[in-house]
């Protein structure tokens, strides 16, 4: 949990997303690698599913990629095991791969392999207490999600938060319209009134320009469709070289 608080010391926070095994393995491997030398503080890492209900079409394309390619949870904990970084790693997944693999088994492995949080997209907050116990013991933040819509429960899922709290920038899958500033600006005020964790804007963020305004207010940008269309044309090298524009 320690990266994650590192990640927004004394400043905003760059968040990147990939699609783990996309567009291979060794792909992933390779760039998370050359994390240290990038612009990202913190790179969230999607395990691929076959139903990614949150996600946009660029991205569960991605998904359904990897899949085909036969990555799976097993494989993409393997891939871990040979990424050395010091910048934090968070998984991004959808509940049925954590119990089809066993909850206590699937995050002794993600501590094993230096994950420091966990977002689960698919999870209401109304049935994820004993998750989000077992992610305390283990000492993996459970990072939640607040949409402008959560309102009547912003009080509930941030009391239940740690790590940082992923604000969602627009109504719908990744890779739509962000929500108007006033109104993104309006959740942010209540998520800091109610917490001391930082807040980070995701859904929505596609460039530079968006950055720029995000961080106006938040304590963090995040970029996933942008990114994951940049790690399918160009080697990780040259994608992380990409995605320092767009954090610039």
Do not use: W
């Amino acid at each position: 949990m320690d990266k994650i608080a590192n990640a927004f010391k004394g400043k905003k926070a760059n968040i990147g997303y990939i699609v783990a095994g996309y567009p291979s393995l060794e792909y992933s491997k390779e760039f998370l690698n050359l994390l240290d030398d990038s612009v990202l503080d913190i790179i969230e890492i999607g395990i691929p599913y076959s139903d990614p209900l949150a996600d946009g079409k660029l991205i569960a394309n991605a998904a359904f990629q990897a899949c085909h390619n036969g990555v799976n949870t097993t494989k993409v904990f393997d891939m871990l095991k040979g990424v050395k970084t010091s910048k934090a790693l968070v998984f991004l997944v959808y509940y049925n791969i954590i119990l089809a693999y066993g909850e206590d088994k699937f995050l002794r492995q993600s501590l094993e392999c230096g994950i420091s949080g966990i977002l689960v997209p698919d999870m209401p907050y109304e049935e994820s207490c004993e998750f989000a116990l077992k992610c305390q013991q283990y000492g993996i933040s459970l990072i939640r999600l607040i949409a402008p819509t959560s309102t009547k429960r912003s009080k509930e899922i941030l009391s239940g938060s740690s790590g940082f709290i992923y604000a969602v920038g627009s109504l719908g899958v990744t890779g739509g319209e962000q929500s108007s500033l006033d109104r993104l600006k309006d959740m942010i005020e209540f998520i800091k009134d109610n917490t001391n964790l930082p807040v980070a804007i995701g859904f929505g963020v596609k460039n530079a320009s968006d950055v720029k305004k995000v961080k106006e207010y938040a304590d963090g940008a995040i970029i996933g469709t942008k990114i994951v269309e940049i790690t399918s044309k160009f080697d990780p090298q040259t994608a992380h070289q990409k995605i320092k524009e767009l954090f610039e």
